[in-house]
């Protein structure tokens, strides 16, 4: 058996990519056998407690008997069908309960295979909507610094300038503006400066995108929900359209089903993906108002150009339509607020360490921010020498596990967080 991982993993690291890695300088990676709970079990018999719930996704834990059968009973009418030009009653009954559960002003639903092709249709829309209105030059995007929106281009352009990818690609990204991030400078400061970056740019300006209250892969970030009512303001008073990114965000990660609930604002246009399925896999959302759809619509192009091949995709629907079931009929709200108070207590003392910068958590996310990054070809084989599964990035130590995590489980996790912190070299 360990000839066997040792040639797997062999041949892992020679010929296959993983997410941002180098194949000249690979990171570990570990084999994993199967999933089950908050439990990863590696090939060679060891088991990992979840803190990621794979990157924020598997809500519900691992092998679950509801998703599980919900993927079998569609396998046995059909895994995929094209949706142009036919439709099925998975994708139906998604559509209404995403317009059932989001804010009533969306009443549009356009299904594809990821959170970043989600963001690409959501900016489609946006500029789709000013070219029917004749006003054709409103194509740029105004976000905030430390923005995450996806890796495709259209949704790499909306990332943050620095941290993002922009430096490789900086002849082909669009240009877009960004402003003070709310998390990292005063908030009334921030919201001046995009409110000024809209007066000065606003002929050009199509839509403002933001990650509601938590700024995610940016780095794990908080701003308030007021912050968010000011821009929902600014918005209408400037006829500017919203769009919010809840890829991260949604189906209850920060306490509400969707963050901007806290704000007790709409998004014209809402992004949705990640949880979804309850991390099973791979399916995103992007909704709409009538306003959008029907200008759009009676536009010169009334087409929303967009149709990918896997859209809608039954099988992913149909899991879809389980996992929120299935989270609905949860006491999630209070799993959630449970997980969020554990995280705090059993996270505070990590604040008086000589390493540490910042300790926050919102929500089912729990994070450490260090002075320094942290050396990944040593956490990671230490958080696996301790029995959990925690992937840092950069100077970010954090969880975002399952709701159904128990405590002691929890516990392990956050233990394992104030080990590597206070050990780190
Ligand atoms: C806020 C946000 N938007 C978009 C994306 C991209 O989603 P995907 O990785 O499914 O393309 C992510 C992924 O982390 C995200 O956190």
């Known amino acids: 058996m360990d000839d066997c991982i040792k040639t797997l993993a062999d041949f892992d690291r020679t010929h296959i990519w993983h997410p941002y890695t180098s194949l000249s300088q ?16 590696l090939a060679d018999g060891r088991e990992l407690i979840d803190g990621m719930s794979s990157w924020w996704a598997a809500i519900h834990g691992y092998n679950h008997p509801e ?11 059909m895994s995929h069908v094209m949706f142009g030009g036919l439709t099925h009653q998975p994708a139906i009954d998604l559509a209404k309960t995403l317009i059932n559960l989001t804010h009533p002003n969306l009443q549009h639903v356009f299904f594809v295979d ?27 995007l105004l976000t905030i610094k430390n923005a995450y929106h996806g890796d495709t281009f259209g949704a790499m352009a909306a990332c943050d300038p ?14 877009h503006f960004f402003a003070e991030s709310p998390a990292c400078v005063p908030e009334s400061e921030a919201f001046k400066d995009l409110e000024n970056l809209l007066k000065q740019n606003q002929p050009t300006i199509a839509a403002i995108i933001l990650e509601p209250l938590v700024q995610g892969a940016g780095g794990m970030q908080f701003y308030s929900a007021d912050y968010l009512k000011k821009v929902r303001a600014l918005c209408d008073k400037t006829g500017t359209l919203l769009i919010l990114d809840e890829i991260a965000t949604g189906f209850g990660r920060t306490g509400s089903l969707f963050a901007y609930e806290q704000a007790e604002v709409a998004p014209d246009i809402l992004c949705l993906g990640k949880a979804l399925t309850g991390g099973y896999i791979s399916l995103a959302a992007t909704l709409c108002s009538e306003t959008i ?18 859209m809608a995709n ?26 969020e108070q554990q995280l705090k207590t059993e996270l505070k003392s990590c604040r008086e360490l000589a390493t540490v910068k910042n300790v926050r958590v919102k929500g089912a ?14 956490v990671q084989p230490r958080f696996v020498e301790l029995g959990v ?22 516990s392990r996790l956050t233990a394992a967080m104030t080990e590597v912190v206070s050990e780190r070299p």
Request: aromatic content about 8%; overall charge positive.
């Open 293 to 310: 759809a029907t200008t759009i619509g009676n536009g010169e192009h009334p087409t929303l150009v967009h149709g990918p091949t896997f």
């Open 314 to 339: 039954p099988l992913a629907c149909a899991i879809a339509n389980a996992s929120l079931k299935l989270l609905l009929e949860s006491p999630w709200q209070q799993r959630v607020k449970q997980i």
């Open 26 to 41: 690979p990171s570990p990676t570990f084999l994993v056998k199967s999933a089950n709970g908050v439990t990863l079990t």
């Open 162 to 175: 620095k941290s993002g990818m922009h430096f490789l690609f900086k002849d082909l990204v669009a240009k």
């Open 114 to 140: 990821s959170g970043s092709v989600s963001v690409e249709v959501a900016i489609k829309m946006a500029i789709q909507y000013w070219a029917a209105k004749k006003q054709p030059k409103k194509q740029r």
């Open 365 to 378: 996310i729990g994070v450490i921010e260090l002075h320094k990054p942290i050396d990944i070809h040593w």
């Open 67 to 77: 998703l599980n059968e919900a993927a079998t009973k569609q396998l046995a009418d």
């Open 389 to 410: 599964w925690i992937r840092p990035f950069s100077n970010l130590v954090y969880v975002m596990p399952s709701y159904i995590i128990e405590g002691g489980d929890l």
